[in-house]
Structure formats: C-alpha cells, structure tokens
C-alpha cells in the first residue's frame, strides 16, 4: 500500500503552451502544447513520485479529458485510482507571452459530481488509506459537492488513525473542521480563516497560532511567497527565508512543495527540515516550463543551498 493517499475531487487536464503576444480578436499561433495530469492531489502525488515517494492518487475522472488524465499517469508510473463518472474532467490552459514573458491561466469549472459519485470517492479513499501514513486533499471542490466535504474527509483520516494534510482555500477551507495535522494556507487564505487583516510578521504568528489553539490543526505552514514560510505549532515558530531562483512558471509550485514536505517526513526529517525539503521542492518547480512539476536533482540541490544557509526566527 502507499504511504501517501491524495484526493483531488477537482482534477484537470493541464494544457501549456506559448506565443508571442496575447492579443484580443486576433487568431494567436501557439507552440505545440504540453499535456499533465493536474489537479491539487495529482500534482502532490506526481511530485512525491518524482522525489522517489510511494504515494496513490485517486479522483473523479468523465470524459476525454479524465481518460487522457490516467493515461499520462500511467505514462510517468504514477499509482492511480480513478473513480468514473457519467461528466466531463475540466481542462486549464496556461499560456506564456514571449513578448513580455507573462503568464496567463485559464482555469475551467470543473464537473457536477452527485452525491454517489462523492461516495464512491471516499469509499475509494477509506480503503486505500488503511496501509497509508499520510491522506492529502488538495484542490478546489466541484459542484454539487458540499463546502464541507473535506470535514467528513477529516473525520475519514480521524477515524483511521491517519494524518490529514489539507491545502484548499474558501469556504472549502473554513468549513473544513478540526484535528487537521498540517494545512498549508495563503496569506489571504489565512486572512479569511481568522476574519481579520494581517499587517505584521508578529500578526502572521498570532493569527497561524490561533489555528493551532482552536484545535484546526496541528501544524501550519504559511506560505508567504517570496517571503518564503512561516512553520507554527503549539510549542514551535520558525521562518524560512524564500529560496532564490529565476521563475520560468509558477503552476504547480504549492503543490510540489507539499509534497516535499510530505517527502520530507516520510523520509524521517525533523519537522522544519521537512519544510525546508518542501520549500526547496516549491522553488525547483518555479525552474520548469509550462506545467512542470519539481525535478529530484533541482530540490536536492537547492535544499543544500537552503539547509547552509541561516534561519530566520
């Protein structure tokens, strides 16, 4: 069994292509185009198998799109479980602009999944994570699926003895519940977690630490983009200085990094060293084209670069 078991309720075919200018009304000649498997927990899943991890995904999948979805998954010997249903797996466009060197994301709406579909998703779920250390949702949620649908996944993870690592956002993220071991939020994820403004590194403490005494979660790691991270438990605060590299795309770079987390703990590294891993993982995606996830030899390499380097407290 895997270690690492991720649901993504709201997978995509990810399309990346360039060209020159993005202009309106006017035909545009792209390059040929790259085709991933995407989606929050494919993409985690993905990148723990690149980084040499055990990890199964599972997701709904309908149409052209959700068979083309398995069949690269199967191409990069990524486990995989995909749960039919009768709509149609979204595609997201990303284009770059030669001309300028912006991105532009097309992000679709995903399928109307029904409350039998939801089942047959947990149930999926349950039965891989019986012999898995971590369950990992990420991702938005779909139509007709409940803004609490990741409580019950909490509860499924609570039940089973297993650490639930979450990273959504929105009322999918408020509604989420408790006993959560690790969520990964935004700074403005956070800002709507706890209501409120957040002006001041002192206040980027309080607010992920009221997570942590409101029994949400047990770790926080809040992503702070160039400012690198903030690691919050009950006992522990620690930053971690951004690590320095040239972006070329910026899709799929929170979910590599948690999976380097993820990796990180698995391969038994103390808990900031773990978001250390995953940090160096977040910034290795940043190197790749298109939708490219993170490469091991770039994540090893910059975690070195970011383990000699000074912490900031």
């Known amino acids: 069994m895997a270690a690492i078991v991720t649901l993504t309720m709201n997978p995509a075919l990810d399309i990346a292509t360039a060209t020159d200018r993005v202009v ?28 040499g991890g055990d990890a199964l995904a599972i997701f709904p999948a309908g149409g052209a799109a959700g068979e083309m979805i398995r069949h690269l998954l199967e ?22 602009e030669r001309a300028s060197g912006q991105q532009y994301r097309f992000i679709l709406p995903g399928p109307e999944i029904g409350a039998a579909d939801q089942e047959r998703c947990l149930d999926a779920l349950a039965a891989a994570a019986s012999g898995a250390a971590f369950i990992v949702a990420s991702g938005s949620l779909p139509v007709g699926v409940p803004e609490d ?38 700074l403005r994820e956070l800002e709507d977690l706890t209501g409120r403004g957040i002006r001041s590194e002192p206040e980027e403490v309080a607010a992920a ?29 620690e930053r971690f200085a951004a690590i320095p590299v040239t972006a070329k795309s910026t899709v799929g770079a929170g979910d590599s990094m948690l999976a380097g987390i993820i990796s990180g703990l698995t391969r038994g590294l103390a808990l900031p060293e773990a978001v250390r891993f995953g940090m160096a993982a977040g910034a290795a995606a940043l190197l790749g084209s298109g939708t490219q996830l993170c490469r091991l030899e ?12 000074t912490k900031e407290r």
Request: aromatic share 6%; charged share 20%; hydrophobic share 40%.
């Open 149 to 186: 649908f990741y409580a019950r996944v909490a509860e499924l993870a609570r039940q089973q003895g297993k650490r639930f690592i979450l990273d959504t956002s929105g009322a999918a993220l408020k509604l989420a519940g408790g006993g959560i071991y690790l969520l990964k939020p935004s």
């Open 24 to 51: 309106p009304s006017h035909k545009l000649r792209c390059d040929r185009p790259r085709y991933d498997p995407g989606g929050g927990g494919i993409n985690v899943a993905r990148a723990v198998h690149a980084l």
């Open 75 to 96: 191409q990069e010997g990524v486990a995989h479980r995909a749960i039919g249903i009768a709509g149609f797996t979204r595609e997201s466009l990303n284009v770059d």
């Open 209 to 237: 630490r009221e997570l942590v005494e409101q029994g949400r979660s047990e770790i926080v790691v809040l992503s702070l983009g160039a400012r690198g991270a903030l690691f919050v438990t009950a006992q522990t605060t």
């Open 298 to 309: 770039d994540v090893e390499h910059l975690y070195a670069q970011a383990a000699s380097g």
